[in-house]
C-alpha cells in the first residue's frame, strides 16, 4: 500500500533562518507530488506541484522554493524565512489519472519567531 | 478570488442528528467535487466524491449532491457521529485541484 511522510512534524523557526521540509511517498512510481499551506480562512493553498523529477511549477510567488530530487522525494524549501510564512504545510500526491483524489501527508506545523 | 467557497465556517449538530455542509463553486469548468475530513494537526483524508454527471453519490453515512445549475454541492451526514466532529474541505477540479475554506463540524453529545 502507499504511504506518505512528512518531516519534521513541528518546527519552530526564527525570522531569516532558512527552511527544509521533506516528504516521500512509498508504494506508488512516478506520483504527482503537491505542496499546499493550510492558513486561517483561506483553506487549501496550493504552493507547487510536480509531474516528474526535476518538473517544479509554482502556483504562488513567495520567497518558497520546491525540488525534486528523486521520483518520490519532494522538498519545500526557502533561503529567508518570513513571519507570514507560518502555517501548516501538507504534502499530497496522486497518480496521473485524472480522476484520482489526493491523498495527503500528515503535515508539518511551522512557526516563524 | 475563492472560487470555492464554505460560506459557514462551524457547524454544531446534535448526535444522531443530520449534519449539511454545503459548498458553492463559481467556476463552470469544475467537473468533479471532493469532500475531504481533517483532524487538528493532522492532514485531510478522503471522504467522499462526485462527478459532474451526477447529482448524487452515497457512501454509507454520507451523501454528496451536486446542483449544477446553482453551482452548489453539498454532504450530509446521517446520523451523524462524536467522531465525526472535525474541519470539512470540499474541493473542485477542473485544471487543479480547488479547495473551500473549511467549515468546522462539532457533534454534540
Known amino acids: 500500500s502507499q504511504t506518505i511522510h512528512q518531516w519534521p512534524a513541528t518546527l519552530v523557526q526564527p525570522v531569516g533562518s532558512p527552511l527544509s521540509l521533506e516528504c516521500t511517498v512509498e508504494?506508488?512510481?512516478?506520483?504527482?507530488l503537491y505542496w499546499y499551506r493550510q492558513a486561517a480562512g483561506r483553506g487549501l493553498q496550493l504552493l507547487f506541484y510536480?509531474?516528474?523529477?526535476?518538473?517544479i511549477s509554482s502556483e504562488v510567488p513567495q520567497n518558497l522554493s520546491a525540488s525534486r530530487p528523486q521520483d518520490r522525494q519532494f522538498i519545500l524549501s526557502s533561503k529567508k524565512l518570513l513571519l507570514s510564512d507560518s502555517g501548516f504545510y501538507l504534502c499530497?500526491?496522486?497518480?496521473?489519472?485524472?480522476?484520482?483524489?489526493?491523498?495527503f501527508g500528515p503535515g508539518t506545523r511551522l512557526t516563524v519567531t | 478570488d475563492q472560487q470555492v467557497k464554505q460560506n459557514s465556517p462551524s457547524l454544531s449538530v446534535q448526535e444522531g442528528r443530520i449534519s449539511i455542509l454545503n459548498c458553492d463553486y463559481t467556476n463552470s469548468m469544475f467537473d468533479y467535487f471532493l469532500w475531504y475530513k481533517k483532524y487538528p494537526a493532522e492532514g485531510p483524508t478522503f471522504l467522499i466524491s462526485i462527478s459532474s454527471i451526477k447529482d448524487k453519490n452515497e457512501d454509507g453515512r454520507f451523501t454528496v449532491f451536486l446542483n449544477k445549475s446553482a453551482k452548489h454541492l453539498s454532504l450530509h451526514i446521517v446520523p451523524s457521529q462524536p467522531g465525526d466532529s472535525a474541519v470539512y474541505f470540499c474541493?473542485?477540479?477542473?485544471?487543479?485541484?480547488?479547495f473551500g475554506t473549511g467549515t468546522r463540524l462539532t457533534i454534540i453529545p
Open positions: 508504494g506508488t512510481s512516478n506520483p504527482n
Open positions: 499530497a500526491w496522486r497518480t496521473g489519472e485524472i480522476r484520482d483524489e489526493q491523498y
Open positions: 474541493a473542485a477540479l477542473g485544471e487543479k485541484l480547488t
Open positions: 510536480s509531474v516528474g523529477i526535476g518538473q
